[in-house]
């Protein structure tokens, strides 16, 4: 059984995010969403709405589930026995971060490997951040996100 993680902010899940996790799900047995208690970064939806929210649309694959981590990656992966890391790679600029992270997880723990996808080109622009700072003046979303996202995100602004 090869177990994945695939971690992030998730804040919110994208459809970029969903194509790896879709692509993910056909290659490992089991694919484990994993969203990143970060409580530095100011996010938009809390924890719980996250996974609820990343449950609603990966209902469909049956190998799929989400679920929260506080702390050390490497810690959660050694909790669930779970050894490959999956990340999303967009353009090169994402490539230094992630290839740092993997090398220094892999120092840490010599099991552990990350698997890097792509998403689809139209996806490859597409960020969390982007979707936020659209929605926040009322912008056009719903080719960046799940259609049952939409309103949760612009109500979201609305009470600011
Ligand atoms: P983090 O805060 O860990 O960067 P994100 O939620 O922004 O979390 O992203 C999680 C992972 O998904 C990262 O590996 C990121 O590069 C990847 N990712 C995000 N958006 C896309 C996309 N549009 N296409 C491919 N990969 C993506």
């Known amino acids: 059984m090869k ?12 459809y970029g995010h969903l194509d790896i996790i879709e692509r993910a799900s ?4 089991e694919v484990i969403v994993a969203v990143l208690c970060n409580s530095t970064k100011n996010s938009l939806f ?5 996974v609820s929210m990343i449950e609603d649309v990966t209902q469909k694959y049956p190998n799929v589930t989400v679920t929260s981590f506080d702390g050390l990656l490497i810690d959660f992966m050694k909790e669930i ?12 600029t994402d490539f230094e971060y992630e290839f740092q992270i993997a090398q220094t997880n892999h120092v840490q723990d010599s099991n552990i490997e990350t698997v ?13 951040s982007i979707v936020k700072e659209f929605a926040s003046y009322g912008g056009e979303i719903s080719k960046f996100v799940p259609e049952q996202f939409i309103d949760k995100i612009y109500s979201k602004y609305k009470d600011r």
């Open 3 to 14: 177990k994945a993680v695939y971690p992030g902010s998730f804040d919110p899940l994208t």
């Open 26 to 29: 056909k290659i490992f047995d």
């Open 46 to 50: 809390s924890i719980d709405e996250r």
């Open 81 to 92: 026995n779970a050894s490959v890391i999956i990340r999303g790679l967009r353009t090169v």
């Open 116 to 128: 890097f996808l792509t998403s689809e080109l139209q996806y490859s622009y597409l960020s969390s």
